[in-house]
């Protein structure tokens, strides 16, 4: 039997036919129409809890589906080969916030929480950035201090944070996962601490809707606002100044189902120009027998391919929790996210006007795909990461 490292058991492979069917059900329809009207699904992202895909990672005992770092690279391809947009609020949900309390969270956390989270009664989000901080975490000025009872007081605001409403009229997500400033360390860093906040909590609203966004309109990203918010001592993640370890430990299979999205992105780009180059005639005959026409397709279908092998051997070999997979997991996303960006521009030239309206898919997934060159992680900074994490190395 012929072996493919995208599906190497007969699990994946069901769970991929799964998803496909889902997809071609359900995401298709809708992906267009959400876009057009910067339109969050929230019913179609709930409805995945009855599939057992928002948990999908978490342990069966709080109701998840206990899968591997390859299934969640399976769901996240399959879903942003339709709608990147909607791919994007799933991977919020159940990689941002649901992975990172599997790992990260304590029994009762899970207990109280993690059925809430797979079934899709509540949907989550992830909040890191600000206004002044993205990419230089510890300049974050979210504070956290705590009050005589023990509970904490939140006060700033967060920036950019998928999920963060869920709808038009300013509902709050149902739960994020907060990094706030507790102090400075011995070395005079800020110290940041990880916490739940759940809607309901007083103080914590959301600051506006971000519209006009260039891409992943099926996603809402939201501003949100933290003011004299007060957070149950309960809902301290971990001890306090342990949020590095939070986001080392869930960093790696974010940046890898990032990856699997453009890897989605690529995959349906590749497929419809394909497509429309035998279909469409110029000159008397089918444009592929054009050589420029076979190099935007020749080197597309090379660079998928080297996007899927790289992609799919990272995730056979990580260990979801565990650290240590960084140099690879920047690595994908590095190479994957630019190569994606590539092939749905290709996919536009190849398809010439019609490549240019929302009718043939691709001008969604060309501006759907610039987000992932910035979000959870900047091109930039995988860069510096792979050159620092080289020093010293050889094959
Ligand atoms: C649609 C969308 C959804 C998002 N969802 C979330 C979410 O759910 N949760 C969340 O917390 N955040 C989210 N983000 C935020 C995203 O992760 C940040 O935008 C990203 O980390 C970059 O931060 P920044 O925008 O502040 O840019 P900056 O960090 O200010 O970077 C600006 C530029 O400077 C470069 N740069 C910065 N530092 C260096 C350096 N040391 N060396 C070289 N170059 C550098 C960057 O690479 C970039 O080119 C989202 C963003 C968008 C647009």
Redesign the pocket.
Known sequence: MDMDIANPTEESVMLRAMVRDFVDESVEPQAHDHDKHERFNIELLKSMGDMGLLGITASEEYGGAGLDAIAAVIVHEELSASDPGFA?AYL?HSM?FVNNLEFNGNVEQKERIMPKVCSGEWIA?????EPD????VLGISTTAQQNADGNWILNGR???????CLDDEGTPADIVWVYAKTGTDDRGRAQISTFLVENGMSGYTVGQKIMD?TG?RG?N?AELVFEDCIVPKENLVGGIGESMIHMMRNLEIERLTLAAMSLGIARRSLEEMNKYASDREAFGKPIRKFGQIQRYIGESYAKYRAMRSYIYDTANNMQLGKSGQRLDSDGVKLFATTAAKEIADAAIQVMGGFGYVAEYTVERLWRDSK?LE????????HQ?NITRDLIGWSE
């Not at 989000?125 to 950035?129: H, R």
């Not at 901080?133 to 230089?136: L, N, P, S, Y």
């Not at 910035?374 to 900074?381: A, F, K, V, Y």
């Open positions: 994007l919020a941002l989000a992830m909040a890191m950035s901080a993205g990419t230089d967060k920036m950019w944070i998928t999920n963060g966004k992943m996603s990203t987000l910035i979000g959870g992680g900047t091109i930039e900074s510096k």
